[in-house]
């Protein structure tokens, strides 16, 4: 019997396709090689950060690279009754620090002005004291670097879980005229979607008021078409700081203050009109009474006298 050609058109349109067998090996092979590639590339990359035991101490440095924060087994702090003729501004940001660890509003604070005063001291000498005061409250001090200002809003995502307070401290901030990373500091004070987390405060030092050099701002208004628009971006960073302290030079009599308060601390055997000549002449051939020119000062007559400076 002759067969229907159109029968034959039908039977082939309907029969499944066949995959040949070296077709369906290769692809058998290419996925367990890629399945491989990908069990190794696994094996490389670096294991995502452990979570930060912030019961391992009480302060620790941010580090971007893998988003870690370093425990600081000991801080570099002076004590609180050695910090002398700054008692105004020790007395605001010791009690702002106080009502954040009660967990009460309290402002993001900048602490600018003549360098050597105990800008950073006071930060450090507020912390211990209000940690150990308020011990429940979990005080932490975290600090971040000029340079890792922007990886601000990754800090913060690692500290917004914690149960403890936290005081994100950068020492010496200031901005350069192309510089853009302060965005992210203005984001993280009083800007963004999520804003700054219950459990952060921001404290900051800075020589200027600013934290812009005053020829940069100048410079600015005099070649702007707008000069009030011009410098308002980067200046109106310093405006959201709620607290604003400003330190200046000590008098002649703060400063031989602060040298007889090192002399007394560390029991120096040395006193009188010798101390007092020598420490004012010190502070001549620096150019400067600081806070930080009393303890060089301090440090050159121990080590002349064979007396430690520890403890």
């Known amino acids: 019997m002759a067969k229907?050609?159109?029968?034959?058109?039908?039977?082939?349109t309907t029969m499944p396709a066949s995959v040949p067998k070296d077709q369906s090996s290769f692809q058998g092979n290419a996925e367990s090689i890629l399945d491989r590639i990908a069990a190794a590339l696994e094996r490389l990359a670096p294991p995502p950060p452990a979570a930060p035991d912030f019961?391992?101490?009480?302060?620790?440095?941010?580090?971007?690279?893998?988003?870690r924060l370093a425990p600081v087994a000991r801080v570099n702090r002076v004590e609180?009754?050695?910090?002398?003729?700054?008692?105004?501004?020790?007395?605001?940001?010791?009690?702002n620090t106080?009502?954040?660890?009660?967990?009460?509003?309290?402002?993001?604070?900048?602490l600018w002005g003549a360098r050597g005063m105990g800008k950073s001291s006071l930060v450090k000498a507020a912390h211990a004291a209000i940690e150990a005061a308020h011990p429940a409250a979990g005080l932490r001090l975290i600090e971040i670097h000029r340079e890792d200002i922007e990886s601000l809003p990754d800090l913060m995502a690692l500290l917004r879980k914690a149960r403890q307070r936290f005081i994100v401290f950068c020492d010496d901030l200031s901005f350069d005229a192309d510089d853009t990373s302060y965005k992210s500091l203005k984001t993280m004070l009083e800007g963004g979607i999520e804003g700054r987390p219950d459990n952060v405060i921001f404290y900051a030092t800075s020589n200027r008021r600013h934290l812009l050099a005053r020829e940069m701002v100048e410079n600015e208004r005099s070649t702007a078409i707008?000069?009030?628009?011009?410098?308002?971006?980067?200046?109106?960073?310093?405006?959201r700081f709620g607290l604003w302290l400003g330190f200046h030079r000590c008098s002649q009599d703060e400063y031989l203050a602060m040298v007889q308060g090192y002399v007394s601390r560390y029991r120096i055997p040395f006193a009188g009109d010798e101390l007092r000549r020598e420490a004012l002449e010190w502070a001549t051939t620096r150019g400067a009474r600081s806070g930080r020119v009393a303890?060089?000062?301090?440090?050159?007559?121990a080590g002349r006298l064979g007396v430690a400076l520890d403890g």
Do not use: C, T
């Open 98 to 110: 106080e009502r954040f660890a009660r967990g009460l509003p309290a402002n993001n604070a900048l």
């Open 4 to 12: 229907n050609p159109q029968n034959i058109r039908n039977k082939a």
């Open 55 to 67: 019961l391992a101490a009480e302060a620790f440095v941010w580090h971007p690279e893998g988003r």
């Open 295 to 301: 303890w060089q000062y301090v440090q050159d007559l």
């Open 80 to 95: 609180m009754s050695l910090l002398k003729g700054i008692d105004r501004v020790r007395d605001l940001l010791v009690e």
């Open 226 to 239: 707008n000069p009030g628009e011009a410098v308002e971006e980067k200046v109106s960073l310093s405006d």
